[in-house]
């Protein structure tokens, strides 16, 4: 499909996976939300990375509807962080449940150094058991973790789905997730040519897989590496996957906003107020 025509075609995108509320995009956040919709985003997710974001982010969701919250602790936090946090988190999921889409961006990362595996396996089992407790999907990080992170859940018995944020892999790797009832979420990586098990995959596995993200101010599209990434880069990165599909790029758009409303148990209206 020519990139002209999906520019043409009018569609309604949702960011779901972007840290709105770091210092690189916070500092000029309005300006960014609306070049965001000036380039088709009606809708984004903002996950939590500790615990000093929580407050913020229920007040970032007060003040725009369309801006939905995650409240987690990211694994490259969890140094900072203790079992006592959690509790910290099951109050705030107990006093603002309709408030919080999901707990996320929780997870495991075997990138970084050894020492830290321990309290991050901690944390991400007792966010998954508050997960299940209240219900939630959840937003899951992963390097070099897959296996653990399906081990967890598992064990757990975990059935809320969720996202697993920043997919990429092979068919066989999606399959897993896929069958606990995940979406993938999926961004700039599909941008880059030597990507190709990921583009594959894009190709391959059912439209209902995918839920499109920037994970802004990170992961830089191809071209624009050095940059810092924002919402509104979520049209390359839509442009990009319609390149792969065989669908129009409407029902590619509609489909992608359902997923997005479906696994993070949005109500269309609430989804899309106003």
């Not at 725009?64 to 705030?92: F, M, S, T």
């Not at 990170?218 to 996957?241: D, H, K, S, V, W």
Request: glycine fraction near 6%; charge should be negative; charged fraction near 20%.
């Amino acid at each position: 499909m020519p990139v002209t025509s999906v520019r043409q075609a009018t569609v309604k995108l949702f960011d779901s996976h972007c840290h709105l509320d770091l210092p690189e995009l916070a500092k000029a956040e309005a300006l960014h939300w609306q070049q965001a919709q000036d380039a088709g985003v009606s809708a984004l997710v903002i996950p939590a990375v500790e615990q000093a974001a929580w407050n913020n982010l229920l007040n970032l969701h007060h003040s725009q509807p369309n801006w939905h919250i995650a409240l987690g602790i990211h694994p490259w936090w969890a140094a900072k962080h203790k079992l006592v946090d959690i509790e910290r988190l099951n109050q705030l999921l107990q006093q603002h449940a309709g408030e919080v889409c999901a707990v996320g961006e929780i997870g495991l990362d075997f990138a970084l150094a050894e020492d830290t595996f321990d309290r991050q396996q901690q944390l991400f089992a007792a966010q998954i058991t508050l997960a299940k407790q209240f219900a939630k999907p959840v937003i899951l990080h992963h390097r070099k973790s897959q296996p653990q992170l399906l081990a967890e859940l598992k064990r757990q018995q975990f059935t809320e789905g969720g996202i697993l944020h920043a997919f990429s892999g092979s068919q066989q790797q999606a399959g897993a997730f896929l069958d606990m009832g995940f979406k993938l979420g999926i961004g700039g990586t599909i941008t880059y040519e030597r990507a190709q098990k990921t583009r594959n995959t894009v190709q391959k596995l059912p439209l209902s897989s995918f839920v499109l993200e920037t994970d802004a101010p990170a992961m830089p599209l191809a071209g624009f590496q050095g940059e810092i990434n924002t919402p509104a880069q979520l049209c390359r990165i839509f442009e990009e996957f319609c390149l792969l599909r065989t669908e129009s790029a409407e029902q590619i758009a509609v489909t992608l906003w359902q997923n997005s409303v479906e696994v993070l148990r949005l109500g269309q209206a609430k989804a899309l107020s106003g």
